[in-house]
């Protein structure tokens, strides 16, 4: 789906032209063009990348592509971004998508794979507002990545959210085995890190001035932009290292309970001990064994046994083995 929104003096002035208007919007000078791609069919990214704004090959060919890895390039009348928004829900989990931007002078185009909340959220700024929203194509540029960046926010929560689950279960002692939910917790946080430390250094690149791409008024919303990024990534951080913590809780615990299980096991041991070798000791075939024809034998021991047994018992008792 091809969307698009024409800007003048900051100002919502037309919207979804067709190709051949586009072409003419773009050639204009006093004109801001934003071209978004969301789910396009070849066709359309063919005539929008290659037809209206002929950018390079190679650009076209890492936009196409999924990438994992965020980065920026310059081709000296644009810059190529490939950034990385971010859900999580119950049901998926941890999922992440890929937008890039083509942003020059005068135009921005957005080309992503899926619909993105971040993206929406602009668009529908743009489609209602009457007044000023952009006055140039950096400003669109950091209202899309801002709005992505604030959608990282719900994620953490929802790893919080997680995490306190897994803390009750690891205090109460009810789940048996959080192994494989903490490996996912954490494989999960490693993921948003690798995400988000790339991106921090994209978009610093962008609060540095670099490229004259970005116009000196916007560089203070890019380091916003940073700053909230390295937030993030120290909440992701700390987040992991809790991880790390309630997964030494857990196999303290079970190592705990392990523990206790033997403890059970030695004190039934010992108890049965005595009664185990005086059975063993009467139990052999001999002929001669004189204390068997006394006549008290039996009950003797007997009375031996039970006085033994309970001696033990009491010994494994103020040992706290039971």
């Avoid at 009457?130 to 899309?144: E, K, Q, S």
């Avoid at 993921?191 to 116009?215: D, N, Y």
């Avoid at 030695?266 to 000791?281: E, G, N, Q, V």
């Amino acid at each position: 789906m091809i969307q698009s929104f024409i800007f003048s003096d900051g100002k919502v002035v037309g919207r979804d032209l067709e190709l051949e208007a586009l072409r003419l919007v773009h050639g204009d000078k006093g004109l801001v063009l934003w071209v978004n791609l969301s789910n396009p069919t070849p066709e359309e990214t063919k005539a929008i990348l290659e037809g209206v704004f002929q950018f390079h090959p190679l650009a076209i060919e890492d936009c196409v592509a999924p990438s994992s890895l965020p980065k920026i390039e310059d081709y000296e009348t644009y810059l190529f971004l490939v950034m990385h928004a971010v859900d999580f829900n119950r049901t998926d989990k941890f999922t992440t998508t890929e937008l890039n931007l083509f942003l020059g002078r005068e135009f921005l185009v957005t080309f992503h794979p899926e619909p993105l909340k971040s993206v929406a959220a602009v668009i529908e700024r743009c489609a209602k507002a009457t007044g000023v929203v952009a006055r140039g194509p950096d400003r669109l540029a950091h209202l899309v990545l801002d709005a992505l960046v604030d959608n990282y926010k719900p994620v953490t929560d929802e790893f919080r959210a997680d995490l306190d689950a897994i803390e009750e279960d690891v205090l109460s002692g009810e789940a048996r085995d959080l192994t494989p939910r903490l490996m996912a917790v954490r494989g999960e946080l490693n993921t948003l890190r690798s995400t988000i430390r790339p991106q921090r250094e994209v978009v610093t690149r962008l609060a540095h001035g670099e490229s004259k791409i970005i116009r000196p008024v916007m560089l203070p919303y890019f380091r916003d932009l940073r700053d909230n990024l390295v937030r993030i990534e120290e909440t992701a951080t700390a987040q992991a290292d809790q991880v790390l913590i309630f997964f030494d809780l857990h196999l303290s615990r079970s190592d705990f309970e392990a523990n206790a299980g033997i403890k059970v096991l030695t004190a039934i041991t010992a108890i049965s001990l005595p009664a185990t070798i005086i059975a063993t000791w009467y139990g052999m075939n001999f002929e001669h064994m004189p204390e068997l024809e006394l006549p008290y034998a039996y009950p003797a021991v007997g009375v031996i046994t039970i006085l033994l047994t309970y001696l033990v018992y009491r010994w494994c008792k103020r040992r706290g083995l039971i």
